[in-house]
T-cell receptor, first 113, second 111 residues
Framework: NAGVTQTPKFQVLKTGQSMTLQCAQD?????MSWYRQDPGMGLRLIHYSVGAGITDQGEVPNGYNVSRSTTEDFPLRLLSAAPSQTSVYFC????????????FGPGTRLTVL | GQQVMQIPQYQHVQEGEDFTTYCNSS?????IQWYKQRPGGHPVFLIQLVKSGEVKKQKRLTFQFGEAKKNSSLHITATQTTDVGTYFC???????????FGRGTSLIVHP
């Protein structure tokens, strides 16, 4: 099993550009989440999904969109990148949400100029 | 919303010294999880505590869940350089699908 995979590993954008961060898992997990990690701020939840076709907002959803058309994939879209979105982004999946361990992907380091 | 506070933010220790990080929630938790993130890496699950007053051990690591299920701690005995990293707690309240992470404690071990 590959576990949770994320692409790309690194990305540099200009302000106003859009892009999609990819996340996939091969563990048949129902729950998937996107976090951003900034120095001293821990892991902040952006959006999450409890199953295909179901998504909801987390703590910091503004500027991001998600969709979940399959169990395996949970892409994160930046609509119009801003310097404040410079961060490390982690995707995670779990079998049973907060009552089960979360498996994290390797992360995407995004810089917005 | 639910808040999870974690202290200290940083801890420098000499190799062989003990280390403790504390996690406090503003609400009663259903469970609490602990993760470790090595520098440049991603968070990796360590353990989950569910019961009031629960204590679990993993080699030199001891995890505790408070009687009121609002606080937790991670204690490392006789730190080693391999313990370097950031330790996060993540607590879940009854109505939440996804746990809330604390800001983490970065452990720096000096040889």
């Amino acid at each position: 099993n590959a576990g949770v995979t994320q692409t790309p590993k690194f990305q540099v954008l200009k302000t106003g550009q859009s892009m999609t961060l990819q996340c996939a898992q091969d563990m048949n997990h129902e729950y998937m989440s996107w976090y951003r990690q900034d120095p001293g701020m821990g892991l902040r939840l952006i959006h999450y999904s409890v199953g295909a076709g179901i998504t909801d907002q987390g703590e910091v959803p503004n500027g991001y969109n998600v969709s979940r058309s399959t169990t395996e994939d949970f892409p994160l879209r930046l609509l119009s990148a801003a310097p404040s979105q410079t961060s490390v982004y982690f995707c995670a999946s779990s079998r049973a949400g907060g009552s089960d361990e979360q498996f994290f992907g390797p992360g995407t380091r995004l810089t917005v100029l | 919303g639910q808040q999870v506070m974690q202290i200290p933010q940083y801890q420098h220790v000499q190799e062989g010294e003990d280390f403790t990080t504390y996690c406090n929630s503003s609400t009663t938790l259903s469970n609490i999880q602990w993760y470790k993130q090595r520098p440049g890496g991603h968070p990796v699950f360590l353990i989950q505590l569910v019961k009031s007053g629960e204590v679990k051990k993993q080699k030199r690591l001891t995890f505790q869940f408070g009687e009121a299920k609002k606080n937790s701690s991670l204690h490392i005995t006789a730190t080693q350089t391999t313990d370097v990293g950031t330790y996060f707690c993540a607590g879940r309240s009854g109505g939440s699908y996804i746990p809330t992470f604390g800001r983490g404690t970065s452990l720096i071990v000096h040889p």
